[in-house]
């Protein structure tokens, strides 16, 4: 399959460990912040999203940490698997413009067996 | 399988041609967005369509691009006279009004200009 996340930063963990993925984001106002997976050949994947108003939000496996003092996201799985592995994107959205979805820098994460 | 289709996955074309490209969204999503992307890079917004009204463009897309989506179902996005910097993959996501933050995403269709 194709790649989607060349010349992308890549984290690289031990499976069974946790992963931090980090995203800094520019726009105060957004209401919404995702994160998304993207597979290779594939579209991206909805896993999480925070409201604007929390700070912690816990799925399954998966903790998103929003600190809007410096503007940073970040995902946190537990228990990293291989299928854990792809590229992720972290995404704003405005409640005033549509719900289109800006999409940030992503990280490639590299699961070790 | 997100249940969001597009067609065709692939698709080369000679520079100067027009191509155009379908997403047949999940039924009941009366939001649908197209999104291009290239290598290395997150999806960038292009145009978006509640129900069969085009309500957003992004300034990306150019007076070469339409998009439609006459009877509020699958959409539509051509691209008249191809250049080569229109090579990348385009994306479309469809969303339930009441469910504003998750969107799904069909597989893409990767357009190669040469």
């Known amino acids: 399959g194709e790649s989607v996340g060349l010349h992308l930063p890549t984290l690289s963990v031990q499976e069974g460990d946790n992963s931090i993925i980090n995203c800094a984001y520019s726009?105060?106002?957004?209401?919404?912040f995702i994160w998304y997976k993207q597979e290779s050949g594939k579209g991206p994947q909805f896993i999480i999203d925070i409201r604007s108003n929390m700070d912690k939000r816990q799925g399954q496996r998966v903790t998103v940490l929003l600190n809007k003092t410096v503007k940073h996201l970040s995902l946190q799985i537990a228990a990293t698997q291989p299928g854990d592995s792809a590229v992720y994107f972290c995404?704003?959205?405005?409640?005033?413009?549509?719900?289109?979805?800006?999409f940030g820098s992503g990280t490639r994460l590299l699961v070790r067996p | 399988d997100t249940g969001v289709s597009q067609n065709p996955r692939h698709k080369i074309t000679k520079r100067g041609q027009n191509v155009t490209f379908r997403c047949d969204p999940i039924?009941?999503?009366?939001?649908l967005y197209w999104y291009r992307q290239t290598l290395g890079q997150g999806p960038e917004f292009l145009t978006y369509?509640?129900?069969?009204?085009?309500?957003?463009k992004s300034r990306l897309l150019s007076d070469r691009f339409s998009a439609e989506r006459p009877k509020g179902s699958f959409s539509t996005l051509e691209i008249q006279r191809t250049e080569q910097g229109d090579s990348a993959m385009y994306l479309c996501?469809?969303?339930?009004?009441?469910?504003?933050?998750?969107?799904?995403f069909g597989q893409g269709t990767r357009l190669t200009v040469v």
């Open positions: 995404a704003e959205i405005s409640m005033d413009s549509s719900y289109k979805l800006i």
């Open positions: 726009n105060s106002a957004s209401d919404y």
């Open positions: 369509f509640q129900n069969e009204a085009q309500l957003e």
């Open positions: 996501a469809s969303s339930l009004e009441s469910v504003n933050t998750e969107a799904f």
């Open positions: 039924s009941e999503h009366n939001r």
